[in-house]
């Protein structure tokens, strides 16, 4: 298969999308952008989750109290597991993740290997696959 | 993921160990925002082309004076509640200037998201509602010698 060929495979096999919005820097526009994709997501009429886990600015969570949930999901690793476990089944999810937070999530995502997971997902196979096996995942409020 | 260009050291770190982290598992929108980086540095760094060869699509954040900002958290403070950016943009407490700005804020980001639906949903027929773009005039011919308003 060429290289072509595998991404368009890959894009069909795409059913949501995760949105992060991480960077270790204050002050540098992750909630502005996430204020604007939150802004064009209720304009164009798309199904979405919105986590603000910002839990010192609360800037989302606060403008769109009916949109976006606040879940500070970056102090251990059993909140990061309860806030993925917890996303429902949106067309999109997007998390504003505070300052500082990329070496926890860099480290929580090894943790639960979603960097294989998310290349699973590349795959339609291994994605059906992961789908059949998804069936186990509990869900709970956040 | 979104990668936000910047000067700042820290988040050049953050943004290069991100995308080492997850390579192509990913899809990124390199974020610029101009009120927050003032070199080419980052743009100059072996990130920026690992990014293009991936042809990582760019959102740029209009610049938004901070007269602006105030002007709308000092409204939210006055009315004790949050305003959506939806809802500053008409309100009527705030400078016609500051509405504008945050009118335009709001529409470039309307008009860029729906230009990267394709890297920000999962499919973008689920647009149900298609922003509303203005078409420019054309300029008109310049003709002396048939200009209605010289004509006698």
Redesign the interface.
């Known amino acids: 298969m060429t290289k072509e060929a595998d991404l368009t495979a890959a894009k069909t096999s795409i059913t949501r999308r995760f949105i992060a919005c991480t960077q270790s820097t204050g002050r540098i526009g992750k909630s502005t952008v996430a204020e604007g994709l939150i802004s064009w997501l209720r304009y164009a009429g798309v199904a979405f989750v919105a986590v603000d886990a910002d839990s010192q600015h609360q800037t989302l969570s606060h403008r769109y109290p009916s949109d976006v949930e606040s879940f500070d999901a970056t102090k251990t690793l059993d909140d990061f597991a309860r806030m993925i476990q917890a996303l429902p089944d949106f067309p999109v999810i997007l998390v504003d993740f505070p300052a500082q937070a990329t070496n926890f999530l860099l480290s929580a995502a090894e943790h639960f290997r979603i960097a294989r997971i998310l290349r699973a997902f590349r795959d339609p196979a291994d994605f059906a696959n992961f789908r059949r096996g998804r069936s186990n995942c509990q869900r709970i409020r956040l | 993921?979104?990668?936000?260009a910047?000067d700042?050291p820290?988040?050049k770190?953050?943004?290069s160990?991100?995308v080492r982290?997850?390579?192509d598992?990913?899809d990124y929108l390199l974020?610029e925002?101009p009120?927050?980086y003032k070199s080419e540095e980052f743009m100059r760094t072996p990130l920026i082309s690992w990014l293009a060869e991936r042809e990582t699509a760019k959102?740029r954040?209009p610049a938004v004076t901070a007269i602006t900002i105030n002007a709308w958290e000092a409204l939210e403070r006055k009315l004790n509640r949050?305003?959506?950016?939806?809802e500053a943009c008409h309100q009527t407490g705030l400078h016609e200037l500051c509405r504008h700005e945050l009118g335009f804020?709001?529409d470039r980001?309307?008009v860029q998201?729906?230009d990267l639906a394709?890297r920000?949903?999962?499919?973008p027929a689920?647009?149900?509602?298609?922003?509303a773009r203005l078409t420019e005039r054309k300029a008109d011919v310049q003709d002396a010698l048939n200009d209605p308003f010289l004509i006698a």
């Not at chain 2, 993921?1 to 936000?4: C, G, T």
């Not at chain 2, 920000?120 to 499919?123: D, K, M, R, S």
């Open positions: 993921m979104l990668i936000f910047a700042d820290t988040a770190e953050s943004a160990k991100t982290f997850f390579g598992a990913a974020v925002n009120a927050k959102l954040v949050y305003l959506p950016l939806d804020l709001r980001f309307l998201f729906e394709d920000v949903l999962a499919n689920l647009i149900k509602n298609k922003v």
